[in-house]
């Protein structure tokens, strides 16, 4: 009788339980400073270092329940687009890329669009989804922004994108580059009917999406530390031969050369988006709504 196995084993996992009980994410180490996080804790702060404030990754459900007020929203569908119009393969079929990243995310693709109220303006959101193949920008994500924009338009509601992604998704080929104009088309569609359009730049914003719709906001927000810009650093540092500062392309480089207007924590994304809204939208609210028509001149009718 082994009595190391018959009597102490047991006797140890008697005190501190048996170790297959204890989940695998019940801590997560932060990729900034290395210390270790207490996941439900690290839930219940958004997803944001509570040792050294690094935003980590956060899902596109609870990145809208934290902007929308009181966590209400309604998702609007988006169309239907072709799958793998090019017959794309790889090291894996294109069809059997989406049909994996589809079971594991529950998305449709990479962009989530959603309605409701941010400091009481009707807002419409198109969130992308950087689990879903980067966030890469394909027909869907290009035919979503259009919705949202559409949407926008129709509700008198101002809209607000925020991009996560790599850049155009290389399996759709040309047709993944056509997004970046009609993305520009789409949001012009709600600036020309004088409505707010914001962009939130979150972490990374990068390549075509980077060059088209996410530069062209009436106001730039980012979250603290999200890489943005165009092509990645080593590709630059060959182009110009010469070393990059170690913070370019954060967003607190952005802000200081102009490129975003403000930097923003995620705990205070609803109530800053909230006062933008409250200045930019003065033209849709009730009461400027009757002051306009009581200041309007009447007309006069003719008389017989």
């Given at each position: 009788m082994n009595w190391l196995t018959n009597f102490i084993r047991p006797s140890i996992r008697s005190i501190v339980g048996d170790q297959k009980d204890v989940p695998d994410n019940l801590w997560q180490k932060c990729p900034s400073c290395e210390g270790m996080?207490?996941?439900?804790?690290?839930n219940g702060n958004m997803n944001v270092c509570y040792h050294c404030e690094h935003h980590m990754p956060i899902k596109v459900q609870d990145r809208l329940e934290n902007i929308f007020d009181d966590k209400k929203f309604t998702k609007i569908s988006t169309p239907s687009v072709p799958h793998d119009p090019l017959k794309?393969?790889?090291?894996?079929?294109?069809?059997?890329?989406?049909?994996?990243t589809k079971a594991k995310t529950g998305e449709k693709d990479a962009i989530v669009v959603a309605k409701g109220t941010i400091g009481g303006q009707n807002t419409v959101i198109a969130a992308f989804n950087f689990a879903f193949m980067g966030g890469?920008?394909?027909t869907?994500?290009?035919?979503?922004?259009?919705?949202?924009?559409?949407?926008?338009?129709?509700?008198?509601?101002?809209l607000i994108v925020i991009p996560s992604s790599g850049g155009a998704r290389m399996q759709e080929g040309m047709l993944s580059l056509m997004q970046m104009p009609r993305t520009i088309i789409a949001v012009n569609m709600?600036?020309?009917?004088?409505?707010?359009?914001?962009?939130?730049?979150?972490?990374p914003t990068t390549g075509g999406v980077s060059?088209?719709?996410?530069?062209?906001?009436?106001?730039?927000?980012?979250?603290?530390?999200?890489?943005?810009?165009?092509?990645g650093r080593r590709v630059i540092e060959e182009t110009v031969r010469e070393t990059l500062p170690d913070d370019f392309q954060t967003a607190e480089y952005l802000l200081e050369h102009g490129m975003v207007d403000m930097v923003v924590h995620r705990k205070e994304l609803n109530a800053k988006i909230g006062q933008l809204l409250d200045l930019m939208m003065v033209a849709n609210k009730p009461s400027a709504q009757k002051k306009e028509a009581k200041n309007s001149p009447k007309k006069k009718t003719a008389k017989a």
């Open positions: 996080l207490f996941s439900k804790e690290l794309f393969k790889d090291k894996k079929k294109y069809s059997d890329r989406l049909k994996d890469s920008m394909g869907a994500v290009g035919e979503g922004i259009v919705r949202a924009a559409e949407e926008a338009v129709k509700t008198k509601s101002a709600v600036k020309e009917e004088g409505l707010p359009y914001i962009v939130l730049l979150a972490n060059a088209s719709f996410a530069m062209v906001g009436d106001v730039h927000i980012a979250e603290p530390g999200a890489t943005i810009g165009f092509a």
